[in-house]
T-cell receptor, first 115, second 111 residues
């Protein structure tokens, strides 16, 4: 069964450093998402992406965050200058269709630890 | 914006008994309600979903009910088995790309 894959599984970084979290969505999917989950809290929507553009973003997704689809397979989340409060599990998801018709399939996540 | 509340945060059930997890949502425009199961160290996986034009949906041992008037929806697992132990997340969506999750319920199936 096709899966969304994320690398690395765990990323440790110093505060103020840039990090790039990588995702390979399911190959025929056109809609891509990033979510995050701070330890012990709920999964929170960050951003959705379609046709090389951001479709929607949350208040969390400020100027420090950016997303990119650099090639035909990867979908990345960049945090320019990490803060302690960026420590969380980051999940990538993809769907074939949008909205209620599009089941979102999640990757296993990248645990980001900012020291 | 949408807010999804989920209860209980932890649930222990004897193997073979039923488990019920309840969620409420705030945005009356929400019309899609998926449930995800996350086993330890693994990805969230969709186990069942319901759309606002139906009140109940069943898939083998799992059922979900939706009460749009009260803005409640629930997950029911019957004849629980050890492999049902996991964290379960309810979620709601207005039909756009954004899914709003509950905080999760850690379900323990006791032998």
């Amino acid at each position: 069964e096709p899966e969304v894959t994320q690398t690395p599984s765990h990323q440790v970084t110093q505060m103020g450093q840039e990090v790039i979290l990588r995702c390979v969505p399911i190959s025929n999917h056109l809609y891509f998402y990033w979510y995050r989950q701070i330890l012990g809290q709920k999964v929170e929507f960050l951003v959705s992406f379609y046709n090389n553009e951001i479709s929607e973003k949350s208040e969390i997704f400020d100027d420090q965050f950016s997303v990119e689809r650099p090639d035909g397979s990867n979908f990345t989340l960049k945090i320019r200058s990490t803060k302690l409060e960026d420590s969380a599990m980051y999940f990538c998801a993809s769907s074939e269709l949008a909205g209620v018709l599009g089941i979102q399939y999640f990757g296993a996540g990248t645990r980001l630890s900012v020291l | 914006g949408e807010n999804v509340e989920q209860h209980p945060s932890t649930l222990s059930v004897q193997e073979g008994d039923s488990a019920v997890i309840k969620c409420t949502y705030s945005d009356s425009a929400s019309n899609y309600f998926p449930w995800y199961k996350q086993e330890l160290g693994k990805r969230p996986q969709l186990i069942i979903d319901i759309r606002s034009n139906v009140g109940e949906k069943k898939d083998q041992r799992i059922a979900v009910t939706l009460n749009k008037t009260a803005k409640h929806f629930s997950l029911h697992i019957t004849e629980t088995q050890p492999e049902d132990s996991a964290v379960y997340f309810c979620a709601a969506s207005r039909g756009d790309d954004k899914i709003i999750f509950g905080k999760g319920t850690r379900l323990h199936i006791l032998p």
